[in-house]
């Protein structure tokens, strides 16, 4: 069945950037919304961003201004895109997808890429 795969964490000091990618191996055609969330030692899952097929976007406060998330709707790909990244950042960052398969709605989870900003 359905599978992301993320990639792109790391440990990355202050002000750094970084890159995550998410691949789903799902019919891209399928997918509805692919997105980020993020959970940090003792807090809760949390929205970074998502992206809807048609382009639109949702923005956590947090992100806004220094996280951009994209998709290649034709390969079934996300990036988000950090910049100035603070300790508060770190986390593990789960790709999520809602996606219809064989007529019913789902929901698909990556397993998670750890980033670590601290210098």
């Known amino acids: 069945q359905g599978q992301l795969v993320e990639s792109g964490g790391g440990l990355v000091q202050p002000g750094g950037s970084l890159r995550l990618s998410c691949v789903a191996s799902?019919?891209?055609?399928?997918?509805?919304?692919m997105g980020w969330y993020r959970q940090a030692p003792g807090k809760q899952h949390e929205l970074v961003a998502d992206?809807?097929?048609?382009?639109?976007?949702n923005y956590a406060d947090f992100a806004k201004g220094r996280f951009t998330i994209s998709r290649d709707n034709a390969e079934g790909r996300a990036y988000l895109q950090m910049n100035s990244l603070k300790p508060e950042d770190t986390a593990v960052y789960y790709c999520y997808a809602a996606a219809v398969v064989s007529g019913k709605k789902d929901d698909y989870w990556g397993q998670g890429t750890q980033v670590t900003v601290s210098s």
């Open positions: 799902l019919n891209p055609f399928s997918i509805l919304v």
């Open positions: 992206i809807n097929s048609g382009g639109g976007t």
